[in-house]
């Protein structure tokens, strides 16, 4: 199963973690699994290309991507990463919709990841 931890901070988003694999499929055929990676990898991107975010702070591993905005920064970047972050997270909510014995979505609410 894979869990998805989605780090709040003063209601903002401020990083994903998203951990293990689905076990839909065998590797190489595992479309839930896959979906998931794709969501993870797409936030990085945006939050790079489209936010602007050259310091974003992340992690991918096999079966793991972790994600966290800069601790400074700016409101324009933290207003278009909201975007960003809550649309991946729209994704990942209709994955577990579709197929919830595979995924598992979690808030954790954190402190003295940005200065907000």
Same mark, same amino acid.
Request: aromatic share 8%; proline share 2%.
């Given at each position: ?14 990083? &994903? ?53 800069? &601790? ?8 278009t990463s909201q975007i960003i972050f ?16 595979? &995924? ?6 954190v402190q003295g990841y940005v200065k907000?």
């Amino acid at each position: 199963m894979t869990k998805v931890i989605i780090k709040l901070e003063s209601d903002a988003i401020v990083g &994903i973690n998203i951990s293990g694999h689905a076990d839909y499929d065998e590797h190489g055929y595992d479309i839930v699994c896959s979906g998931i990676s794709v969501l993870g990898q797409t936030a990085i991107v945006s939050l790079y290309e489209v936010a602007h975010i050259e310091d974003l702070v992340y992690e991918i591993q096999d079966g793991y991507i972790d994600i966290k905005l800069p &601790i400074d920064i700016n409101e324009e970047k933290l207003g278009t990463s909201q975007i960003i972050f809550k649309t991946i997270i729209r994704g990942l909510e209709g994955i577990k919709e579709a197929y919830p014995e595979y &995924i598992e979505v979690y808030e954790e609410e954190v402190q003295g990841y940005v200065k907000i």
